[in-house]
């Protein structure tokens, strides 16, 4: 069966401040795809960044990275110079490609950014 | 353009009653899930349709459950004789494309509360 766990309930970061979510996976696939989505209070699941894992360079979207240990089978979203309208539920997810693209996501991590 | 819908937006009903969940994707995207999310957790698969069929059902949870999509464009969820465990978010989401790797687009969900 495959897995996503994340394990951290909540965290929270100063304004302009940088922060780390975590994520580990697990799956016995090798055509997979990793996805962070952030949902705020208004409930719309909103894609952040994703990675396709196949490929070794960690995928980059402005302020959102990602550091992708396949062998290590994690996936962490870094936040740089968090903004308030950053404070929301963060959502690791998996794809396996050969499945049609159902998401198996984590428990989520809430954040809250300070001001 | 238009993002992905959901009517209504909050449901209230009654032990033991009918409901329907409407879902309206993109336009021209083939793919649609419909997910669930419990309070504190992340969305869990329900059902993948591809055009008009049901390509995986494997997440539905019983058989009170059901979901039809007959034009390949708008989907409905069907719940009968509902339950208060059937309280949660219903989430539906589009994508293009035929199979694997497309970014699914999620709406806003319907907030389904059994008294």
């Known amino acids: 069966a495959q897995t996503v766990t994340q394990s951290q309930p909540e965290m929270s970061v100063q304004e302009a401040e940088t922060v780390t979510l975590s994520c580990t996976y697990d799956?016995?696939?090798?055509?997979?795809?990793l996805f962070w989505y952030k949902q705020p209070p208004s409930r719309q699941m909103i894609l952040v960044i994703r990675q396709e894992a196949y490929k070794q360079q960690n995928a980059t979207e402005n302020r959102f990275s990602v550091n992708f240990q396949k062998a290590a089978k994690s996936f962490s979203l870094k936040i740089s110079d968090s903004q308030l309208g950053d404070t929301a539920m963060y959502f690791c997810?998996?794809?396996?490609?050969?499945?049609?693209?159902?998401?198996?996501f984590g428990q989520g991590t809430e954040l809250s950014v300070k001001p | 353009g238009a993002g992905v819908s959901q009517t209504p937006s909050n449901k209230v009903t009654e032990k033991g009653k009918y409901v329907e969940l409407r879902c309206d994707p993109i336009s021209g995207h083939t793919a649609l899930y419909w997910y669930r999310q419990s309070l504190g957790q992340g969305p869990e698969f329900l059902i993948y349709f591809q055009g008009t069929g049901a390509a995986d059902d494997s997440g539905l949870p019983n058989d009170r459950f059901f979901a039809v999509r007959p034009e390949g464009s708008v989907s409905t969820l069907k719940i009968q004789r509902t339950e208060r465990g059937d309280s949660a978010v219903y989430l539906c989401?589009?994508?293009?494309?035929?199979?694997?790797?497309?970014?699914?687009?999620f709406g806003p969900g319907t907030r389904l509360t059994v008294l």
């Open positions: 997810a998996l794809l396996l490609y050969n499945q049609g693209g159902k998401l198996i």
């Open positions: 989401a589009s994508s293009t494309g035929t199979s694997g790797f497309y970014t699914q687009y």
């Open positions: 799956t016995s696939e090798n055509n997979y795809y």
